[in-house]
């Protein structure tokens, strides 16, 4: 019965990798049907060539922007690309005036009209707020969906609004599509909504829903905006200044949502800086502001009133863009280096087997198993990552992977090393199978952890071009963990209650004689040989380790049975000090 239980829950473990094995093919498959994942890999702009588009930014005077503004330009299509799921994008500046967008792929049209817009910032009154929810419990207790919008539904106000504020923009549609509206789904794009007609859009992390009025500014109006500290308060706010056309109309909107606020109608007091159809800040208005110059309060800290403050300064840049050309650009020195990279990532793994079965024998073949098992995952995970988060494999990325082989190899290592010590140590190789996995994850996972932190600062401090190196080290050091429990452990209970690996076959890489072990078994202790003994005797070292192993109760009854004290063992030292 002892026997028996380990190999049962070494059979369900093994049954169990074969099932997440076979879900996450499942998942891909469903991504192929769906025609949004392949069975390769997405590959990076490096390795796979992609689109090359170059915008000239045209500012309203004729004169050149500023880096400043070039930069920021910069950094809001990055966002809209991001945001379309793209990943490995390069955004650079170039020349003073041109911004270079290098994308991996074909790039569709919604994506090249995504680019070339310029961004847009709009001031919209807040006409209602609700959870990014899109069902409600009825009273049977079941979720039912919101109705969606339809051509039977009435779309024309019942009486004529008179301001951005005024509740008779809310028709049956209207409140039909606010319900309904999703802001999980990617395909919402509300930017281009009209600006005279209210606006469904979200938060930037997608937690609040808002139903917005018409819009009552734009960026334009938006000459500056600086973070800065309160002086009464000390709390970080961001600071407004407005033109003469915006400080007009700014005053008219305060004075009205600050009635709201007064009346206690809330969230009709707030007004809503949209930037690309989401809503970036909604503050309540507070008092009637004439001066042009409002002050955005709230829990900000030092980093967040700045990105706030450069959104708002450039949300709607003096900036429009020409698109000077459109190309796409061949990946050949990438594919160069791929396969450069993949003829290494041979070479070390014909190494790493070469060695493995040199020093471990048959166990050799276990690791090679477990590193074709963790090929496998890594695989699959890679190409669902490239359907559901935009993850493109890199050159970088390519790099990290072949580094990880080594990495594997060592966890198996150190397990063995353990296993091999507790046979020294006189103990059966299913005994020496259990206590060297106890010994030896204890290791592991402290060492896989220090890979683990240091490919995650590494991905949030190195450049753009270094994150894929950091992201696949990091992946395959948790797969690589996951492997060692769920394949490799119970494999080994297994093949420890093989005739060939269990009686210690010289080949196995498991042989207590050939390991200088204390014991044949359990019972019988085995004599130390001294040197004169030919060329069977163990060497005078290996005498020596294992005297150093046995205990004091194992020493006495060594020289019991020789009828001499052990040549390796250490002199017993006495209560009063002496030898």
């Given at each position: 019965?002892?026997?028996?239980?380990?190999?049962?829950?070494?059979?369900?473990?093994?049954?169990?990798?074969?099932?997440?094995?076979?879900?996450?093919?499942?998942?891909?498959?469903?991504?192929?049907?769906?025609?949004?994942?392949?069975?390769?890999?997405?590959?990076?702009?490096?390795?796979?060539?992609?689109?090359?588009?170059?915008?000239?930014?045209?500012?309203?005077?004729?004169?050149?922007?500023?880096?400043?503004?070039?930069?920021?330009?910069?950094?809001?299509?990055?966002?809209?690309?991001?945001?379309?799921?793209?990943?490995?994008?390069?955004i650079t500046t170039e020349g003073g005036r041109n911004i270079v967008v290098q994308i991996p792929g074909v790039a569709d049209d919604e994506t090249r009209q995504r680019i070339a817009q310029?961004?847009?910032?709009?001031?919209?009154?807040?006409?209602?707020?609700?959870?990014?929810?899109?069902?409600?419990?009825?009273?049977?207790?079941?979720?039912?969906?919101?109705?969606?919008?339809?051509?039977?539904?009435?779309?024309?106000?019942?009486?004529?609004?008179?301001?951005?504020?005024?509740?008779?923009?809310?028709?049956?549609?209207?409140?039909?599509?606010?319900?309904?509206?999703?802001?999980?789904?990617?395909?919402?794009?509300?930017?281009?909504?009209?600006?005279?007609?209210?606006?469904?859009?979200?938060?930037?992390?997608?937690?609040?829903?808002?139903?917005?009025?018409?819009?009552?500014?734009?960026?334009?109006?938006?000459?500056?905006?600086?973070?800065?500290?309160?002086?009464?308060?000390?709390?970080?706010?961001?600071?407004?200044?407005?033109?003469?056309?915006?400080?007009?109309?700014?005053?008219?909107?305060?004075?009205?949502?600050?009635?709201?606020?007064?009346?206690?109608?809330?969230?009709?007091?707030?007004?809503?800086?949209?930037?690309?159809?989401?809503?970036?800040?909604?503050?309540?208005?507070?008092?009637?502001?004439?001066?042009?110059?409002?002050?955005?309060?709230?829990?900000?800290?030092?980093?967040?009133?700045?990105?706030?403050?450069?959104?708002?300064?450039?949300?709607?840049?003096?900036?429009?863009?020409?698109?000077?050309?459109?190309?796409?650009?061949s990946a050949t020195l990438g594919s160069q280096q791929l396969q450069i990279g993949l003829i290494t990532g041979l070479i070390g793994l014909g190494l790493v087997a070469i060695y493995s079965?040199?020093?471990?024998?048959?166990?050799?073949?276990?690791?090679?198993?477990?590193?074709?098992?963790?090929?496998?995952?890594?695989?699959?995970?890679?190409?669902?990552?490239?359907?559901?988060?935009?993850?493109?494999?890199?050159?970088?990325?390519?790099?990290?992977?072949?580094?990880?082989?080594?990495?594997?190899?060592?966890?198996?290592?150190?397990?063995?090393?353990?296993?091999?010590?507790?046979?020294?140590?006189?103990?059966?190789?299913?005994?020496?199978?259990?206590?060297?996995?106890?010994?030896?994850?204890?290791?592991?996972?402290?060492?896989?952890?220090?890979?683990?932190?240091?490919?995650?600062?590494?991905?949030?401090?190195?450049?753009?071009?270094?994150?894929?190196?950091?992201?696949?080290?990091?992946?395959?050091?948790?797969?690589?963990?996951?492997?060692?429990?769920?394949?490799?452990?119970?494999?080994?209970?297994?093949?420890?209650?093989?005739?060939?690996?269990?009686?210690?076959?010289?080949?196995?890489?498991?042989?207590?004689?050939?390991?200088?072990?204390?014991?044949?078994?359990?019972?019988?202790?085995?004599?130390?040989?001294?040197?004169?003994?030919?060329?069977?005797?163990?060497?005078?070292?290996?005498?020596?380790?294992?005297?150093?192993?046995?205990?004091?109760?194992?020493?006495?009854?060594?020289?019991?049975?020789?009828?001499?004290?052990?040549?390796?063992?250490?002199?017993?030292?006495?209560?009063?000090?002496?030898?």
């Amino acid at each position: 019965m002892a026997s028996t239980s380990p190999t049962r829950h070494a059979w369900r473990v093994l049954l169990g990798l074969l099932i997440v094995t076979a879900v996450l093919f499942s998942i891909n498959a469903v991504g192929v049907f769906l025609g949004k994942s392949s069975w390769a890999p997405e590959l990076a702009l490096d390795l796979q060539g992609g689109t090359q588009i170059i915008l000239s930014a045209q500012t309203a005077d004729g004169s050149d922007p500023t880096q400043e503004q070039l930069d920021q330009a910069a950094a809001i299509i990055r966002q809209r690309v991001d945001a379309s799921g793209v990943g490995e994008t390069d955004i650079t500046t170039e020349g003073g005036r041109n911004i270079v967008v290098q994308i991996p792929g074909v790039a569709d049209d919604e994506t090249r009209q995504r680019i070339a817009q310029s961004a847009q910032l709009e001031l919209r009154p807040v006409l209602a707020t609700t959870d990014p929810a899109t069902e409600f419990v009825g009273e049977d207790g079941k979720s039912t969906p919101y109705p969606t919008p339809n051509e039977t539904m009435n779309a024309t106000p019942t009486a004529t609004p008179t301001n951005g504020s005024d509740l008779s923009w809310v028709t049956e549609k209207l409140q039909a599509a606010f319900l309904s509206y999703d802001c999980a789904n990617p395909e919402n794009d509300p930017a281009t909504a009209p600006k005279d007609e209210p606006l469904v859009a979200c938060s930037v992390d997608g937690t609040v829903k808002y139903l917005l009025g018409p819009t009552a500014l734009t960026g334009t109006a938006i000459t500056d905006a600086q973070a800065g500290r309160d002086p009464q308060s000390g709390q970080w706010i961001v600071q407004l200044e407005m033109d003469d056309k915006g400080t007009k109309a700014f005053a008219d909107v305060s004075q009205r949502l600050n009635e709201f606020r007064i009346q206690n109608q809330s969230p009709r007091d707030q007004f809503a800086f949209v930037l690309d159809g989401k809503v970036i800040s909604a503050p309540q208005m507070q008092a009637v502001i004439a001066n042009g110059k409002p002050s955005i309060s709230g829990s900000f800290t030092q980093e967040t009133s700045k990105v706030l403050a450069d959104q708002l300064r450039y949300g709607a840049l003096p900036l429009s863009f020409k698109v000077e050309s459109n190309q796409s650009i061949s990946a050949t020195l990438g594919s160069q280096q791929l396969q450069i990279g993949l003829i290494t990532g041979l070479i070390g793994l014909g190494l790493v087997a070469i060695y493995s079965l040199l020093s471990y024998r048959a166990l050799g073949w276990v690791i090679m198993a477990s590193i074709g098992v963790m090929g496998v995952l890594t695989y699959i995970i890679i190409c669902i990552l490239g359907w559901r988060m935009g993850f493109r494999l890199s050159l970088a990325g390519v790099a990290g992977l072949i580094v990880s082989i080594g990495f594997t190899a060592d966890s198996f290592i150190v397990y063995f090393e353990r296993i091999r010590d507790e046979l020294r140590d006189g103990k059966s190789i299913t005994g020496a199978v259990e206590d060297g996995w106890s010994r030896a994850k204890r290791t592991i996972y402290i060492s896989k952890s220090i890979n683990i932190l240091a490919a995650v600062v590494l991905y949030i401090l190195a450049d753009a071009t270094v994150k894929g190196f950091a992201f696949t080290l990091g992946l395959t050091t948790l797969i690589d963990v996951f492997i060692f429990v769920i394949f490799t452990h119970p494999v080994m209970q297994l093949l420890a209650r093989t005739k060939f690996f269990g009686g210690g076959h010289p080949l196995s890489g498991l042989n207590p004689e050939e390991l200088g072990a204390v014991y044949h078994d359990r019972t019988e202790f085995r004599q130390v040989q001294t040197a004169s003994s030919g060329k069977a005797a163990r060497t005078k070292a290996s005498r020596g380790e294992a005297g150093r192993r046995q205990t004091i109760a194992e020493r006495k009854r060594a020289e019991a049975l020789t009828g001499a004290p052990d040549a390796g063992a250490p002199a017993e030292s006495g209560k009063d000090g002496e030898a």
